[in-house]
């Protein structure tokens, strides 16, 4: 079956580096994601990686995936305060002729100030 | 262009009641796929529509349906309401040519049952 796992929590100091890790379980995967849910919010969309990478940079944000290992991290440059949330690691999956998203449960990151 | 908005925002209701939750997609998406998020986890996928035709669910009983309708806005409803129904309840636009799939989420309908 479809499972996505991470670790539950994270604290880093602001100006640190944050490293999120997250494991799937579809190798038919073609899309990974990762989304952040700020308090009383809903989720957004902060990157995505096609499975034919291994690496993508997007500002702050580095997105690594090794295939093989189905393991997927999220490394946060220079890490803010403002950047204290929930994220969501979510690998795209067929249900019938829809493409759902099934997501882990998430790791709180707290930034210390 | 607006995005995905969602009402109520929060909602009580009694075990046993049913309920109806809207959302209006962001304009230019024609797919709908809502999301349940108990406390502490992470979101579980209910069903998607597109054209107004449910064409994916995921492991939810029959008592979660839904509609959508011809301006791509959609209502989720749910009969028979247990406590476990207590959840966010997530709706996602998204444009079913995209790639990657990418879906704009509302902020949600908090449901507490009590």
């Known amino acids: 079956g479809e499972d996505v796992e991470q670790s539950l929590f994270l604290s880093v100091r602001e100006g640190d580096s944050s490293v999120i890790n997250c494991t799937y379980t579809?190798?038919?995967?073609?899309?990974l994601y990762w989304y952040k849910q700020e308090p009383g919010a809903g989720l957004q969309l902060l990157t995505y990686?096609?499975?034919?990478?291994d690496m993508k940079q997007d500002q702050r944000l580095t997105v690594l995936l090794n295939k093989k290992d189905k393991h997927l991290s999220l490394r946060i440059a220079d890490t803010q305060t403002g950047d204290s949330a929930i994220y969501f690691c979510?690998?795209?999956?067929?249900?019938?002729?829809?493409?759902?998203?099934?997501f882990g449960s998430g790791t709180q990151l707290t930034v210390l100030p | 262009e607006t995005g995905v908005t969602q009402s109520p925002t929060h909602l009580i209701k009694t075990r046993g009641q049913q309920v109806t939750l809207r959302c209006s997609s962001q304009?230019?998406?024609?797919?709908v796929s809502w999301y349940q998020q108990a406390l502490g986890q992470g979101p579980q996928f209910i069903f998607q529509?597109?054209?107004?035709?449910?064409?994916g669910r995921g492991n939810f009983p029959p008592r979660f349906s839904g509609l959508q309708f011809p301006n791509y806005s959609s209502e989720l409803n749910v009969n028979a309401l247990e406590l476990d129904d207590s959840a966010l309840y997530l709706c996602?636009?998204?444009?079913?040519?995209?790639?990657?799939?990418?879906?704009?989420f509302g902020s949600g309908t908090r449901l507490t049952v009590v």
């Open positions: 990686i096609f499975s034919n990478m």
């Open positions: 979510a690998e795209s999956t067929s249900s019938g002729s829809a493409r759902q998203l099934t």
């Open positions: 579809d190798s038919s995967s073609t899309y």
């Open positions: 529509y597109y054209r107004e035709e449910e064409n």
């Open positions: 996602a636009s998204s444009l079913i040519s995209d790639r990657p799939y990418g879906y704009t």
């Open positions: 304009s230019g998406h024609n797919t």
